[in-house]
Structures are given as C-alpha cells and as structure tokens.
C-alpha cells in the first residue's frame, strides 16, 4: 500500500498534473459558484479536453472539478441566498439569514472551512474502505452483480424524492435505451433501426450531456428574460472567523454530518444534493436549540457544508470498488474512466494500483487548494457571479456540443445530446426524476449480462442467484427497500382520504 | 380538469405508449429460448405498461386539493420554444454549414432571444463574442486537441 502511496505522489507532483488540478478546482468553484452551472456541467465541459490529455492528467483534472464544483455552491448560497448547486441547498437556510445579520464573512469561513474538513474526512474513509471492498468484490462472480444492479436499481427508485411510479419508470426507461445496440451473450442487434450509429449503443456521455447539461439550458431559458439581478454582496474575510471554542462546540454536528454524507454518497445515484439536506434536518433534530436553526446559526451551515462535502469520496466508493456511480458527477468520472479505456471495478486496484492511489491523491492536493482558493480568492468568484446568463449558457452549449462531438467525430453523437436534452426537460416539466434514468442506463447493461452469465452458470436455474450468501442478501436487501417504501407511503397516506370526506 | 390533473394523465398515456411501442418492437427480435436476448426488454415492457396504468389510476384519484397546491409560477414557453428551435437547428446544419460560421449563427441569435426584458439588445457585442467565442473554440479543439470539427462551407 505504501509503495502505491509512493508511486500515487509521484504522478500526483508533476507541474502539469498539480496544474490540472489547480486549474478544475478553481473552474468547479466557479461552476458551483454560480446558479444554475453545477459540478456534473463542468465535468461534461471539461470531457473534451481530457481526450488528448493521459489517463492520470485528464481524470486529476476532473476529480479537481467535481471537488471544487461541490463545494463552490456554498459562496452563492451564503452571499445571494441562491444555491449555486443542489449540494448547497441546506446552507441557504443559515448562510443566508447570517448573511442578512452581516455576519457574511462568519458564514462563509465556517462553510469554506467544514467544507474541506467534510471532503478530507470523506477521502480518508474511501482510501481506508476502497481497497478492502475491491478485495471482497473481486470474488464476485455474475449472480453477485446482478444482485448489486438490482439492489442498487431499486434503492435509487425508493431513495429518489416524488412519486414512486415515476422513480421506477424512470430507471426503467434508463435501462430500456442501455438495450439498444448489439445484445450481451448472443450477440443480436436490437432496436437499432437499421442505424449502424446504434450498434454500440448510446454513449454514457453522451446521455449525461444532454440530460444534465442541455436540459439546464433549456429549463433556464424559462426564467432567463424576467430575471431580476440578484444584489451581490461583498465581503471582507479575515481569517475562518469562527473561535477555536466554536470549532470544539461543533465537533460532534461535523463527525456526524460527514458521516450522513459519506454515508449517503456511497448508496448509488444519490450524493450530497440529498446529504446536506438530510444532515440539516438530523442537526436541527438532536440540537438542543432546535427554534434557532434557519435564523442563521453555524450549526446549520456546518452540518450542510460537512455533508454535502463529504458525498464527494462516498460517492467514489462504488465507482472504483464495483464500476457503479454513487452520483451523477461520479456517472460522468466513469464516461471519462471509459474514454482512456479504464474499467473502474475491483480489478482496478489489482492492475492499475499506481493510478487509483494518484486519484486518491489528487483529490486530497483538490481540497487543499479548494480550502486556500476560496478563503483568499472569494473576491474573485464573486465577481463571476456577476456573470449574465443569457451570455453564459450559449456558450456553455456550444461547448457541449464540441465535447459530444469530439466522442466519436461524428454529428451523430451532437444529435443524442439534443434528443437527450429535449427527454430531460421533458423529465422535469413531467416531475421525472432524472437520476434514476442514468442508473437504469449504466447498471442495466451490468444487470442484464451478468443475469444472462449466472443462468449458464447455474443451467438456466434462477436458484442460484438466491442461494449464492452476497446475492441472495442483496436481492433480499432490495425487495425489503421496496417493501419498506410502499409501507412508508401506505401510512402517510392513509389518514388522507379519511380527512376528505 | 386542474392542469396537474391533466399533466399526470398525459405522462400515464405516455408510460402506457412507450410501454406498448417497447413491447411492440422486442416482438420482432428472433427469439432463440426462454431467456435470451428478447427476455429483458419483455420483463421491461411488461414493468413499463404496468406503470403506465398505476400512473393513470394516481391521476384520476388526484384530488382538486392535490392538484393545486403544486401549481406553480409560470413560465415563459415562447422563449423555451425559440431556445429549442435554435438548437435543433444549431445540430442540424452544423455538417453542411460548418461549425465556425453555425456557431456564431448559432451564439447571435440565442443571445438576443435570451436577452433579459430589462435590457437593451447590443447587436455588436453580441456578433463580437459570437465570433471571437467561435473562433477560439474552433483553433483551440482544431489545433490543440487535434479535434476534427466540421468546416462545412469553409472547406
């Protein structure tokens, strides 16, 4: 391990490589900075420039986006009172009032600060449990992944907000288009049309673009010409400007907030847009103030901060032990893994050691430089807030049609990424969540292959996938999600009807 | 009818068509036994059908109440509808017409149409940051990423 270190610090302090880093976790903070950009949108941007970058530059670059982007929401979130991301949802609620009550330079060193404490944590926990899971899923065979791809199919569809129906549509829809192309094991060609374009499927990327970043655009487009400027707030920072006294007051709010959301960054699909939120609510719970949050104390901002952060290395968790995305930022790392030819999975640690440990660096070298750069240049992003977004997002799109066509060189991939991007707003205007569509879409290929494996494994036996311990766990896991959910939903529900008539 | 009640009808009649039209097509793959390549997109048509009259019994029992307290701030279409078009069209002819001369098409026009109502249209800035965007992108992807953009009518 520690000759993996060795070689990881390596490749990590090179000027080119510490550069890359810099450079993605600034633009992720101005990505997270400013509403309506997120840190899943300046991954897409960045794809085609990691094309002709090596594997180790081009995803330090990105881990360095997707670091800064997270965090970045914060500043807007404090100083406009507007999320800059779905992961800084929960800060506005105390950020903002203390904002109002000028205490903005407080809110922002306690957000900066827990932030990174929150992130660090969270890579610490994927460098110490990372390698243990890679070594338990290498003995994983096909009845365990398809057992994983259901579980986690399922989870998402439960864990995801709004009706269940949709949830469950949605993934399933996703896994419908992971079925276009040549079919696992016996090698048909379906639903292709007789495109020759559709025979190796539809692009992760691809996808991710249009539904994520496209869609963005689209639904901004909606706003845009009655939008009032927002006054931005300047602020002087001195320092955290928070006491030692406070920190030590606010220990436990941060172990547990960082755990909530590393917690909830592994459990696939979901990252910190639920964590902060759910670290708030617990904080606002078991505080013994529970009258004061929303009306701008620290604990709020730092259970959020602490949660959303620390999504970020849970999220990794299941990217690099088993190839599935704990986040849709971490869905678009696995579309850049793809491009250089890397299968993220338990082999990962076994063949490509060196480049695991760099990644696992690089993110550390990110959030110290996410630390420094937003505490002396917080001047600066605010500035880019200032940004008008009727000159921002066509240029954002025109980038994403560059880095869709720079895939394969072909306007075929451009023309995804508008279907796409047309389905996803589709998706929003209809209350369709997103993200269990790209699960469907990434694990239905990894639920139906490995399905169709562990039926010859077993002579054409569905048994085999409930006797085998880790498969038949999981698969009870999943229907008892399920289970638990309509239960959930039934008593909520219940007392309605009564009430109505 | 509330328009909730109407949106949660069209996405159930949609499940049902895309669940149908999904069933339809996976009848024309060659089946070779039980579970084969027809299996699962059979097991998803199935799931999606059977979504589809879930979400059209959810919708009929939508209460007025339900209804309408989700009715939310509206929205400006004719914009969404103009941004649409000109990215369909930004796709369509960026082969034929080439990416230089689409893309500043492309950027002058959506920068007028998303000009905010409160501010004056600056043709000129506009067409400036069209083309110096355009030209940038095109250089840096063409010549530094080695990326083989289309140049269209200036081949």
């Known amino acids: 391990m520690l000759s993996l270190f060795q070689q990881g610090l390596e490749i990590v302090f090179t000027v080119q490589i510490l550069g890359l880093i810099f450079f993605g976790t600034v633009v992720g903070i101005i990505f997270g900075a400013i509403p309506g950009l997120t840190a899943t949108m300046a991954v897409a941007l960045f794809l085609p420039i990691t094309y002709t970058l090596g594997p180790h530059a081009g995803i330090s670059l990105l881990v360095g986006l997707y670091i800064g982007g997270v965090s970045g929401g914060l500043i807007s979130a404090i100083l406009l009172k507007i999320p800059g991301t779905p992961a800084s949802v929960a800060t506005t609620f105390d950020g903002g009032p203390m904002m109002e009550k000028g205490e903005g330079a407080k809110a922002l060193g306690v957000g900066i600060a827990y932030s990174f404490i929150g992130t660090l944590l969270s890579i610490f926990a994927l460098i110490f449990i990372a390698p243990t899971l890679a070594k338990i899923a290498l003995s994983f065979g096909p009845h365990e992944y398809f057992s994983i791809a259901i579980f986690s199919l399922t989870l998402i569809v439960?864990?995801?907000?709004?009706?269940?129906?949709?949830?469950?549509?949605?993934?399933?829809?996703?896994?419908?288009?992971?079925?276009?192309?040549?079919?696992?094991?016996?090698?048909?060609?379906?639903?292709?049309?007789?495109?020759?374009?559709?025979?190796?499927?539809?692009?992760?990327?691809?996808?991710?673009?249009?539904?994520?970043?496209?869609?963005?655009?689209?639904?901004?487009?909606?706003?845009?010409?009655?939008?009032?400027?927002?006054?931005?707030?300047?602020?002087?920072?001195?320092?955290?400007?928070?006491?030692?006294?406070?920190?030590?007051?606010?220990?436990?709010?941060?172990?547990?907030?960082?755990?909530?959301?590393?917690?909830?960054?592994?459990?696939?699909?979901?990252?910190?847009?639920?964590?902060?939120?759910?670290?708030?609510?617990?904080?606002?719970?078991?505080?013994?103030?529970?009258?004061?949050?929303?009306?701008?104390?620290?604990?709020?901002?730092?259970?959020?901060?602490?949660?959303?952060?620390?999504?970020?290395?849970?999220?990794?968790?299941?990217?690099?032990?088993?190839?599935?995305?704990?986040?849709?930022?971490?869905?678009?790392?696995?579309?850049?893994?793809?491009?250089?030819?890397?299968?993220?999975?338990?082999?990962?640690?076994?063949?490509?050691?060196?480049?695991?440990?760099?990644?696992?660096?690089?993110?550390?070298?990110?959030?110290?430089?996410?630390l420094v750069c937003e505490l002396y240049g917080v001047r600066l992003f605010i500035k880019m807030l200032a940004i008008p977004k009727h000159i921002l997002l066509p240029i954002i799109l025109v980038l994403c049609v560059v880095g869709a066509f720079g895939l394969g060189n072909r306007i075929f991939d451009v023309g995804t990424i508008v279907f796409f991007g047309l389905l996803g707003y589709g998706f929003v205007k209809c209350g369709i969540p997103q993200t269990p569509f790209i699960i469907g879409l990434i694990l239905g290929p990894m639920a139906e292959?490995?399905?169709?494996?562990?039926?010859?494994?077993?002579?054409?036996?569905?048994?085999?996938?409930?006797?085998?311990?880790?498969?038949?766990?999981?698969?009870?896991?999943?229907?008892?999600?399920?289970?638990?959910?309509?239960?959930?939903?039934?008593?909520?529900k219940s007392p309605v009807p009564a009430a109505q008539h | 009818m509330s328009d909730i009640k109407k949106r949660e009808f069209a996405v159930g009649v949609f499940f049902l068509v895309v669940g149908l039209g999904y069933l339809y097509l996976t009848s024309t793959l060659p089946r070779k036994q039980a579970i084969d390549a027809a299996f699962v997109p059979y097991v998803l048509a199935t799931i999606m059908c059977v979504l589809g009259v879930l979400q059209l019994r959810a919708a009929r029992k939508l209460v007025a109440s339900e209804a309408s307290a989700t009715q939310g701030e509206r929205s400006d279409y004719a914009t969404v509808l103009k941004t649409l078009g000109l990215i369909v069209a930004y796709a369509a002819f960026l082969e034929p017409v080439g990416f230089p001369i689409m893309t500043v098409i492309y950027l002058f026009a959506q920068f007028i149409v998303l000009t905010p109502t409160d501010k004056k249209v600056n043709y000129l800035m506009y067409g400036a940051i069209a083309i110096i965007t355009s030209a940038a992108v095109f250089m840096t992807f063409r010549y530094a990423f080695d990326m083989m953009l289309p140049v269209g009518l200036m081949n």
């Not at chain 1, 709020?300 to 032990?321: D, F, Q």
């Not at chain 1, 409930?466 to 638990?484: C, D, H, K, M, Y």
């Open chain 1, 158 to 370: 439960t864990l995801a907000t709004g009706s269940m129906v949709k949830g469950i549509f949605s993934g399933a829809l996703g896994f419908l288009f992971s079925t276009v192309g040549i079919a696992p094991v016996d090698a048909i060609t379906r639903f292709t049309f007789g495109l020759t374009a559709l025979n190796g499927g539809f692009d992760i990327l691809t996808v991710l673009i249009g539904l994520f970043a496209i869609s963005e655009i689209i639904k901004v487009a909606e706003n845009v010409k009655t939008e009032k400027n927002a006054t931005i707030n300047t602020v002087t920072m001195k320092g955290f400007g928070f006491s030692m006294k406070e920190f030590w007051e606010q220990g436990w709010n941060c172990i547990r907030s960082t755990l909530i959301g590393t917690g909830i960054g592994i459990l696939p699909g979901i990252g910190s847009g639920t964590s902060n939120i759910v670290a708030y609510m617990v904080a606002k719970k078991q505080s013994k103030h529970p009258e004061k949050f929303g009306t701008g104390i620290i604990d709020g901002v730092v259970a959020s901060e602490a949660a959303s952060c620390s999504a970020v290395g849970g999220a990794m968790i299941p990217l690099l032990t088993l190839g599935i995305p704990g986040d849709t930022v971490t869905a678009m790392l696995l579309g850049g893994f793809m491009i250089h030819g890397i299968q993220p999975g338990p082999l990962l640690f076994v063949s490509q050691g060196p480049l695991v440990y760099s990644i696992f660096i690089a993110m550390v070298v990110s959030s110290l430089i996410m």
């Open chain 1, 449 to 492: 292959t490995n399905l169709r494996r562990g039926l010859m494994l077993s002579d054409g036996s569905f048994i085999g996938f409930l006797t085998e311990p880790i498969s038949g766990t999981f698969l009870a896991l999943a229907v008892a999600s399920v289970v638990l959910h309509i239960y959930q939903n039934h008593r909520v």
